[in-house]
């Protein structure tokens, strides 16, 4: 072996060793500093995407099915599944809501009892007495969100929603996104849950996230 290459070689070795004593070291400080290295779930088999990184909500003022007035720190102290949609909506909507229903009833009950949030892509039309009459149908955990409509918007969108308005022989049509964002008890978006959206692998997918939550901070 030429003496270059083994100058080569034990070049590589220490530079293994460092990059191998780097995530060793950082293993430890995490520990130190009240961290846990648990990785997030890998739950793909489930349309799940879950965020090592929790994302923060816009910040917003909107009213409620009851009328009163909500922020953004309202939405902490339990975990919820927000869907973006309106109570006209034909088709998805009333789908998507039977699933959460069907869902929160198949949920085990060593498992954080959830909300279920419907944020209007429609406030003209969704007042809080339309929302309340809607949500009502679905359980008493289930609620509404209504307001200003680009307030809407961005709420929508910081949890990767969209809709979009447009009209069809004078009538309005709501074209919005069909997935759930999973909200942490500190109102920030921890999962995104893509359709088909199946009752029973929601409820895994659930207990899978906050069972992982807990491992990651067992003091919370």
């Not at 520990?31 to 648990?38: I, L, M, N």
């Not at 990184?53 to 009851?66: H, I, K, S, V, W």
């Not at 919005?176 to 997918?205: D, M, R, T, V, W």
Request: with cysteine; glycine share 8%; net charge negative.
């Amino acid at each position: 072996m030429g003496r270059s290459l083994r100058i080569t070689l034990f070049v590589l070795f220490l530079v293994v060793m460092l990059v191998f004593g780097l995530t060793v070291g950082r293993q430890v400080f995490l520990k130190g500093a009240g961290e846990s290295p648990v990785a997030a779930p890998d739950l793909s088999q489930y349309n799940t995407y879950v965020y090592e990184q929790p994302r923060p909500l816009a910040e917003f003022t909107l009213t409620n099915e009851q009328g009163e007035t909500v922020t953004r720190d309202d939405l902490k102290g339990q975990w919820t599944f927000v869907f973006v949609g309106y109570t006209n909506c034909p088709d998805i909507c009333p789908a998507a809501m039977a699933n959460l229903r069907q869902t929160d009833k198949l949920l085990s009950a060593d498992v954080p009892k959830p909300d279920y949030l419907l944020v209007t892509a429609d406030p003209e039309h969704d007042t809080p007495e339309q929302l309340k009459a809607y949500t009502g149908f679905f359980g008493e955990n289930f609620h509404g969100l209504t307001g200003d409509l680009e307030t809407l918007r961005e709420l929508a969108k910081s949890v990767s929603a969209v809709f979009v308005h447009r009209e069809v022989d004078g009538q309005l049509l709501v074209d919005h996104s069909g997935h759930f964002a999973l909200l942490n008890p500190e109102g920030q978006l921890q999962a995104l849950i893509q359709p088909p959206h199946k009752p029973q692998e929601l409820a895994q997918a659930y207990q899978r996230i906050t069972q992982w939550a807990k491992a990651r901070n067992p003091g919370s």
